[in-house]
């Protein structure tokens, strides 16, 4: 009999409390895998698989088994999760895009035609930039451009 795969929000909560426990930073082990930042954190959040070579880095890196690394390996399945509603940073990124989401579908379309912005093909941004005000959080969206053919 085999042994079921573990599932990814197990093996995320098992790879976070890891990093924790041994005081790295998301920015370690990105670089570590040598993966971009956000995707990173994504893909060890189970919201992308993550290839053989590198899944097997983390674990050796966090000390955490071959469970685990399968588990990375696996497809995943995107679908919002409960957190959408209930945490207020991702909540805001949801607010974000129900306010400005028809103004940059309009922006889009004005500017480069019927179509839509990748999310596969697609880079995502973040950084901390100082402001005499308070600090500001700078997230950038990054996608091809894909044009509807008819």
Request: charged share 25%; aromatic share 8%.
């Amino acid at each position: 009999m085999t042994t079921p795969i573990m599932p990814k929000t197990d093996a995320a909560e098992l790879i976070n409390a890891a990093r924790i426990r041994q005081g790295l930073t998301w920015a370690t082990i990105a670089d570590k895998i040598d993966a971009p930042l956000v995707w990173t954190v994504a893909a060890l959040l189970g919201k992308h698989p993550v290839p053989p070579a590198k899944a097997t880095a983390v674990v050796e890196l966090l000390g955490l088994g071959e469970g685990v690394a399968e588990s990375l390996r696996q497809q995943p399945t995107r679908t919002p999760d409960e957190a959408a509603a209930n945490d207020p940073t991702i909540y805001r990124f949801h607010e974000a895009i129900d306010v400005y989401g028809p103004a940059l579908k309009e922006l889009i379309h004005e500017e480069f035609g019927d179509g839509i912005m990748s999310a596969i093909n697609f880079k995502i941004g973040f950084e901390r930039r100082s402001d005499p005000n308070g600090d500001r959080v700078v997230v950038t969206f990054d996608g091809k451009f894909l044009d509807y053919n008819w």
